[in-house]
């Protein structure tokens, strides 16, 4: 009887523990996004969330269907800890559905670094794996600049035609100084689409818009002209996270194509959108 004891309870830690990493893998190993731009994204102990156009990093654990988004801070040299829980209803590959635990009503007065009027905003947050949400992106043309900022951020001009053809101009911290020219191979060039159709560019360029006051980060615009004629536009300072892997591709892209040197200076379009214009010397 005792033996059976222990492996009932040797058991059940075992799928306690199964569940966690399970829990673990299906969070940090995806992306989500909701209809309404609402986003979040996990990576070790980290979590960036945009809802309600409020974005945060923080840090995150698991616990019993339990989600803990936390952040510490000193006060006169007191250490202080914050931690909004979230119920996890349900968690499967394509979908995460989390609702605010009943008791983060009572302490909303208590916070003071997690802004928590978003996460109260619904009784629940319904997200889909953001790479299961495919809007085909048939471009013709890519522009991308980004600036300088108060730190190391590289700025450079991108021009990346359908053809995979590139042109380059690499500026400070560029890790690639000057005027380059080149072609991604056929398997950069598919990875640059699959990720532009899972960005959602449609519906950033027609609803979303950056509403935090201009800080030290670095600008992007991003000019894509399509095959239908249109053009997508958007600049920013604090770029909505869904585009952080476009703009991470984008400023390394000389990693990942062949580029040679360029006899001449590109002439790259730049954007009719004033807000957070980059201006190209």
Known sequence: MKNLFIAICLFIAFSASSQYRSDISLLTDNEWI???????????????????NNKQELLFDVEKRKLHIKTSYRVAGELKYETFEFNIKQ??????????????????????????????????????????????????????????????CPSVSVEVNNDGSIFYNGRTY????????????????????????????????????????????PRYNYIIELTD???????????????????????NIHKKASLTKATGKHNFEISTIEDYRVTLN
């Not at 191979?185 to 201009?214: C, F, G, H, I």
């Open 34 to 52: 909701n209809k309404d731009l609402d986003y979040i994204r996990f990576h070790n102990d980290t979590v960036v969330y945009n809802i309600s």
């Open 91 to 152: 968690l499967q590959k394509d979908r995460l559905v989390i609702e605010p635990s009943e008791k983060e009503k009572d302490k909303i007065t208590a916070y003071r670094k997690i802004e928590v009027n978003p996460l109260l905003k619904e009784k629940q947050y319904i997200f889909y794996n953001r790479g299961q949400l495919v809007s085909r992106v048939n471009f013709k043309k890519i522009t991308f600049h980004s600036s300088t900022c108060f730190g190391l």
């Open 174 to 217: 560029s890790g690639l100084e000057g005027n380059y020219e080149g072609k991604m191979d056929a398997k950069t060039l598919l990875e640059l689409r699959k990720m532009l159709n899972n960005s959602q560019l449609y519906v950033l360029d027609q609803k979303w818009k950056q509403l935090t006051s201009p800080n030290d980060q």
């Open 229 to 251: 004629g249109r053009l997508i536009q958007i600049n920013t300072n604090d770029q909505h996270p869904i585009l952080d892997s476009l703009s991470e591709f984008l400023i």
